[in-house]
């Protein structure tokens, strides 16, 4: 599914509340320009439509979401997103991995 849809895939940013995890209308996910000139990355929601909308910050068990489209109405929604697991955008999606083996745990 990752490396069907790159570069369709967002970062989900959730912040943590006093009560716990955020609410869903609080969920914002952060989108690369699609023309890739802008530094900031764009700011969507899930589409209500999404069956994913109703999730709460803490029923995402990924922070990464790779969806299918992108539509802007009243704002940038996002619809068809499903959770993308980290290993499986770094396996599946390109781009360079680098390990520091300099640093040992202990």
Same mark, same amino acid.
């Given at each position: 599914?990752?490396?069907?849809?790159?570069?369709?895939?967002?970062?989900?940013?959730?912040?943590?509340?006093?009560?716990?995890?955020?609410?869903? *209308?609080?969920?914002?996910?952060?989108?690369?320009?699609?023309?890739?000139?802008?530094?900031?990355?764009?700011?969507?929601?899930?589409?209500?439509?999404?069956?994913?909308?109703?999730?709460?910050?803490?029923?995402?068990?990924?922070?990464?979401?790779?969806?299918?489209?992108?539509?802007?109405?009243?704002?940038?929604?996002?619809? *068809?997103?499903?959770?993308?697991?980290?290993?499986?955008?770094?396996?599946?999606?390109?781009?360079?991995?680098?390990? *520091?083996?300099?640093?040992?745990?202990?």
């Amino acid at each position: 599914l990752c490396a069907a849809l790159f570069p369709q895939v967002a970062y989900l940013h959730a912040p943590p509340t006093r009560k716990g995890p955020c609410g869903s *209308d609080q969920l914002k996910l952060h989108l690369r320009d699609p023309q890739g000139n802008a530094l900031e990355p764009q700011i969507a929601s899930v589409h209500p439509s999404s069956i994913t909308c109703k999730l709460n910050g803490g029923e995402w068990r990924s922070p990464y979401v790779a969806y299918h489209e992108c539509v802007r109405t009243t704002k940038i929604y996002v619809r *068809d997103c499903t959770p993308a697991p980290p290993l499986a955008l770094v396996v599946f999606c390109g781009g360079d991995i680098q390990v *520091d083996r300099t640093h040992r745990g202990g």
